[in-house]
Structure formats: structure tokens, C-alpha cells
């Protein structure tokens, strides 16, 4: 097997040379939740919860003041603050705040004014909750520096983990958008492709070795909590350490063909995940359980586009979402015939199916004006755009 990826070099995950970064979480909860208190010590941030009482707002807003105190020279800290305390925050923030280097405010109470300016050193983030404050904006701030991020079905709670209003996907997203934002504030910044490296190399070099070994190899680079791999045109994969385990040993490293081969078309790295784009290449001389589960070897060769969304935290690989085009598959190995029209379609001038083989792969590595456009072309709908297809283009 062939595994073309860049070679990286590093000393680890994330290496402070001071003490971990000071973050304040507030709310009107008497305790922050322990998952959220959890991601941000993982992620190698100090994190301590603040409670927020309505009852005794001006000892509340001089302990926000005062949170730079016993702060060392160069050392700065952030605040994440939730709901009616999100709003007195802010508000606070809008006079400078000593060594407050960012603020995330999720589903405040009341929102700044569109042009509201903050300190201009000072990171802000603000999380809406679209079906709680239907009259916050639909679009983020930019010309104040500042921005806002609406969640159009969420209601307030949605990021809380023992919320009932509580929304995994939008609370996802909202954590990558606050990381990143913390991370300008603290102005650090951490490499996660050392951590994809080794969970590509953890799964794709176990060919032809003990399947055992390389799955747990894979495990060992994952959260312990509920990490899981989804594969969505076959929808295979698993949830949690023990069953994403059994998954690799049982039916992805046995299906690695000999020459199976990955070749890294280009790689894009966010806050918190990895997303490669690549084009994966072998020859079906064996089941392959997590692409072609159940189809007998064809000994046809395959050639797909694969994009592989990696999502890390604290280090660690909490999920992968892999994506390809299977009808392009079932093409390359003759489980589909691209000139089999329904006859319904067909009378109504469907000529073949709109799907591509091995060229669509190809294309992505190779941009040809000439593949571009056939189908267009076999229906006709090319007639006097002859530059669309290369005649008289270039």
C-alpha cells in the first residue's frame, strides 16, 4: 500500500513555555458543566467557573473587574459568560478591563447595538439563539470588529450539555467559532496535523500486519469520551473507543487491500478540524467492507475523490466524517451502467444516468478542459457553446 502524505516534525501537541492561559466561565448556574470545564483544560487552558447572581449585580461586576489581579506580568485571561450574566459582561467590557484578551458571550439577554466598538485589543464573539431572540441579526458584525453568530433553531441553552434546550451540532460549531476566538485573544496557535498524521498512519500502514495491533493504534489517538467515525455513503463506522476498536480490527484494516493507495490532493486546517481532499486508488481483489461491504471481488480498479473531516480537541481525535461519490464506485466495478435508463426516463430524453467513473477523479488531480461537460454535451445542451467544451476554448 502507498500513503503519500507530507512529513511533519514537532514536539508535541500544544507546549507552553508560561502557565496555562486563565479562562473565567460565568453564568446564573451555581457550576459550570464538567464536559465544558473538561474541553478547556484538554485544550490546556486553566478553567474556573464564576457564578452570576442578579440579586447582587455590583458585587459581581467589581469581582469581574478584579479578575486580573493575582495575574502575572505578560499573563491575560478570557471570559465565556452565558445568558443574563453574558449581558452585564458585556457591558462591563465595553470600558477597558485589564488584561481581558477575549470575551465570548453566548445568548445574552440583550445584544449590543450593531455599532457598539469594544476595546480594540479585545476579542468578541457573541452566540445567538435564534428562536429566543428573534430580534438579533441574521449575519455577524464586522464593522465594529466584533461578531455576531445567529443559530437560527436554537433556543438558549443550546451549548450546555445538561441543558434541555441543548443542540450537539450547533453547540459544535459554536465551540469551534469561541476557540478560535480565544486562541487570537491568548495569540497562540496550535498545529493539528501532527495528530491526523498519526491516526492516518495508525490506520493505513497496519497492511498486511497484525489487524489487532494497528486498531488499537488507531484508539490510542482518540478522545475517551464518545469519539466516533461515521462513513457516510456506506454509513459504516461506530461510536465510543471499545466498538470504533473492533470496527478497524473486524472490517476496515482487513479490507486494505495490497495496493490500496491515498494521495493527498490538498489539505485545509481549522480551529479544531483537519479536512484533506484526496483521491483514493485500488484495485477490488478483495472485500472491501467499509466501501463495497458484501460485493464478491471484481478485480476492477477504483479510483475515488474521498474527503476525510478530522474534528480534534485537546490532541486527541474526537470524531472523523468521510465522503465520496459511490455511484462512481458501483460504476468502476460494474454494479452500475450509466446507459441503463428507467424507460419513463428515457422517453423523456434521458440518455444515461448523470454519473461518472474513474474520470471524476482524475479531473480533480488532472483539470482537463476536454472532460469537462460531456453529459451536458450528450444531451444536447452544449449547442452553440462551443467554448464550454474546449472546441474553440482553452
Not at 464536559?35 to 459581581?60: I, M, R
Amino acid at each position: 500500500m502507498s500513503l503519500t502524505t507530507p512529513t511533519q516534525s514537532g514536539t508535541g501537541f500544544l507546549t507552553f513555555n508560561s502557565l496555562p492561559p486563565r479562562i473565567w466561565l460565568t453564568s446564573s448556574s451555581p457550576h459550570a458543566s464538567e464536559k465544558s470545564l473538561q474541553y478547556w483544560k484538554s485544550e490546556g487552558f486553566d478553567a474556573t467557573h464564576l457564578p452570576y447572581s442578579s440579586q447582587d449585580q455590583s458585587s459581581y461586576i467589581r469581582t469581574l473587574k478584579s479578575l486580573h489581579a493575582d495575574l502575572e506580568l505578560g499573563e491575560t485571561y478570557a471570559i465565556i459568560c452565558f445568558g443574563e450574566a453574558a449581558s452585564v459582561v458585556l457591558k462591563a467590557a465595553l470600558k477597558p478591563m485589564p488584561k481581558l484578551c477575549a470575551l465570548i458571550a453566548y445568548y445574552p439577554t440583550t445584544l449590543p447595538g450593531p455599532k457598539t466598538k469594544f476595546p480594540a485589543l479585545l476579542k468578541v464573539v457573541v452566540h445567538v439563539a435564534g428562536l429566543s431572540q428573534i430580534s438579533a441579526p441574521a449575519e455577524m458584525y464586522n464593522e465594529s470588529g466584533w461578531k455576531c453568530y445567529r443559530y437560527e433553531r436554537c433556543r438558549s441553552g443550546f451549548a450546555d450539555p445538561e441543558n434541555k434546550n441543548y443542540e450537539d451540532v450547533e453547540a459544535n460549531l459554536a465551540w469551534s467559532r469561541t476557540l478560535a476566538c480565544v486562541r487570537r485573544g491568548f495569540r497562540r496557535e496550535v498545529d493539528l496535523e501532527p495528530v491526523v498524521e498519526e491516526m492516518w498512519r495508525g490506520k493505513y500502514e497496519s497492511v498486511g500486519k497484525d489487524e489487532a495491533k494497528g486498531s488499537l493504534k488507531v484508539v490510542r489517538n482518540m478522545t475517551q469520551a464518545s469519539p466516533h467515525v461515521t462513513i457516510l455513503p456506506t454509513v459504516e463506522g461506530a461510536v465510543g473507543r471499545k466498538k470504533l476498536e473492533e470496527f478497524y480490527r473486524e472490517f476496515f484494516i482487513p479490507s486494505l487491500v495490497e495496493d490500496f493507495e491515498i494521495r493527498l490532493v490538498s489539505r485545509t486546517v481549522g480551529v479544531d478540524r483537519v479536512v484533506d481532499e484526496m483521491v483514493v486508488c485500488f484495485t477490488h481483489t478483495d472485500e472491501v467492507d467499509w466501501i463495497l461491504p458484501g460485493v464478491p471481488p471484481t478485480g476492477k480498479r477504483v479510483e475515488i475523490a474521498v474527503v476525510s473531516v478530522v474534528a480534534v480537541i485537546g490532541g486527541k481525535l474526537v470524531s472523523e466524517h468521510m465522503y465520496w461519490d459511490q455511484a462512481s464506485v458501483l460504476v468502476q466495478v460494474g454494479l452500475l451502467d450509466p446507459k441503463v435508463v428507467p424507460k419513463k426516463m428515457r422517453n423523456e430524453g434521458l440518455k444515461r444516468l448523470p454519473v461518472a467513473g474513474a474520470e471524476a477523479a482524475k479531473q480533480l488531480v488532472e483539470p482537463r478542459q476536454e472532460r469537462y461537460n460531456g453529459l451536458l454535451k450528450d444531451h444536447g445542451l452544449l449547442q452553440g457553446l462551443n467554448a464550454l467544451n474546449g472546441i474553440n476554448g482553452h
